[in-house]
């Protein structure tokens, strides 16, 4: 069974300044892997997604990640955080092949301080 | 891009009572829909996977007898919550699988449902 681990429950960051949220997975096989933002009582809106090719992958609102396959992670980066950027992040994982279910990390939420 | 439609964004209702709750993806055909539910600062868990035409297939633990979930059409799955208790009250999200980009899924904006 795939599993996603997001070690950080908050990560706080000053506004203009790069900003990090990270995640590591395991999984049979080759993975997907997703990044997915989430505001207040709203449902998740995509950001990006490694399938194969370039270990980094650009995403929305200038949001990058880089698969790093013998780290087993994912981290989420941005070089310069705003405040809108303030929300709740999940990574996600499902194999290359079998079911297409996504199993999510338990959040983490970004706080961009002005 | 694809959009989903999840409808009603809140229901309150009395326990004991059924919720219905619709998914719908509006511009695309998804032959699979996904439900999950999220508990306040807490991931989200996959409830079951919903398959056009045919049973739904459900995780470990959830009971499909309480949460009836059915998939008439390709562009619509609901799910209803049978005799509502309090501890049924969560957030629920739907997602669907758009097969010109299956590798992606989009979500609806999600129901908060609330059981008195």
């Known amino acids: 069974a795939q599993s996603v681990a997001q070690p950080e429950d908050q990560v706080k960051v000053a506004e203009g300044n790069p900003l990090t949220v990270k995640c590591t997975y395991s999984v049979s096989g080759n993975p997907y892997l997703f990044w997915y933002v989430q505001y207040p009582n709203r449902g998740l809106q995509f950001l990006l997604k490694y399938i194969t090719g370039d270990n980094l992958v650009k995403g929305s609102y200038g949001f990058e990640a880089e698969f790093n396959k013998s780290q087993t992670s994912f981290h989420l980066k941005k070089p310069s955080a705003l405040v809108s950027d303030s929300a709740l992040y999940f990574c996600?994982?499902?194999?290359?092949?079998?079911?297409?279910?996504?199993?999510f990390g338990s959040g983490t939420r970004l706080q961009v301080q002005p | 891009g694809a959009v989903v439609s999840q409808h009603p964004s809140r229901v309150i209702c009395k326990s004991g009572t059924s919720v219905k709750i619709e998914c719908r993806s509006l511009?695309?055909?998804?032959?699979?829909m996904f439900w999950y539910r999220q508990f306040p600062k807490q991931s989200l868990m996959l409830m079951a996977t919903s398959n056009e035409g045919s049973k739904a297939t459900y995780e470990q633990g959830v009971e499909k007898d309480k949460f009836l979930i059915n998939h008439a059409s390709l562009t619509l799955s609901t799910l209803t919550v049978t005799s509502a208790h309090p501890e049924d009250s969560s957030f629920y999200i739907c997602?669907?699988?758009?097969?010109?980009?299956?590798?992606?899924?989009?979500f609806g904006s999600g129901t908060q449902l609330s059981v008195l």
């Open positions: 996600a994982v499902r194999p290359y092949t079998g079911r297409r279910a996504l199993t």
């Open positions: 997602s669907a699988s758009w097969t010109a980009e299956n590798e992606k899924l989009f």
């Open positions: 511009d695309f055909q998804a032959t699979t």
